[in-house]
Antibody, heavy 121, light 107 residues
């Protein structure tokens, strides 16, 4: 069964850091581009970041650029999101998602259940 | 950034009814448009990609159409499990952007 399981969320103070993980199973992780998407409480979906198959090319939303870093370990089949200088507006459920296997088709065909990040003092 | 606008924000419908959801892009995205369904407390689920291609497992009652800036998602006969929030997403330009969502609720 294809599965993505996020972990690492929690309560953190403004200005703090957190690292999210997303463990993949049921498919060849190294073959897929991967994304992080977030959803603030009661709000819609917002794309955060994307990483290519070997981890050399990344993209970020302007709202997190310079503060968040996406990375991956293909041997461990794990995607990461290092979040620094966290702000209240980063409070959200963070989903990891697998991109389509069709080149240049950047939609997300598989999603994890998400992990909750709360930034508050 | 391409802004995706969905309308209406909420639809109140009865089971068995036909439903049409709209999604408009602030500039052309060609057919690079996906639709997702999200139930409360759950992850989004891909329904449609390429504006009109059903994803694996998407029931035939769901259909997508449009290109350029105007898109629609139609549910031919609403089932109980279809009451959810629906999002469109463009993948023509970076950053990827989603619409604000349409909630389909029971009338």
């Amino acid at each position: 069964e294809v599965q993505l399981v996020e972990s690492g969320g929690g309560l953190v103070q403004p200005g703090g850091s957190l690292r999210l993980s997303c463990s993949a199973s049921g498919f060849t992780f190294s073959r897929y581009w991967m994304h992080w998407v977030r959803q603030a409480p009661g709000k819609g979906l917002v794309w955060v970041s994307r990483i290519d198959r070997d981890g050399t090319t990344t993209r970020y939303a302007d709202s997190v650029k310079g503060r968040f870093t996406i990375s991956r370990d293909n041997a461990e089949k794990t995607l990461y999101l290092q979040m620094n200088s966290l702000r209240a507006e980063d409070t959200a459920v963070y989903f990891c998602a697998r991109e389509s296997d069709i080149p240049s088709n950047y939609y997300m065909g598989v999603w994890g259940k998400g992990t909750t990040v709360t930034v508050s003092s | 950034e391409i802004v995706m606008t969905q309308s209406p924000a909420t639809l109140s419908v009865s089971p068995g009814e036909r439903v049409t959801l709209s999604c408009r892009a602030s500039q052309s995205v060609s057919s690079n448009l996906a639709w997702y369904q999200q139930n409360p407390g759950q992850a989004p689920r891909l329904l449609i990609y390429g504006a009109s291609t059903r994803a694996s497992g998407t029931p035939a009652r769901f259909s997508g159409s449009g290109s350029g800036t105007e898109f629609t998602l139609t549910i031919s006969s609403l089932q109980s499990e279809d009451f959810a929030v629906y999002y469109c997403q463009q993948y023509s330009n970076w950053p990827l952007t989603f619409g604000g969502g349409t909630t389909v609720e029971i009338k």
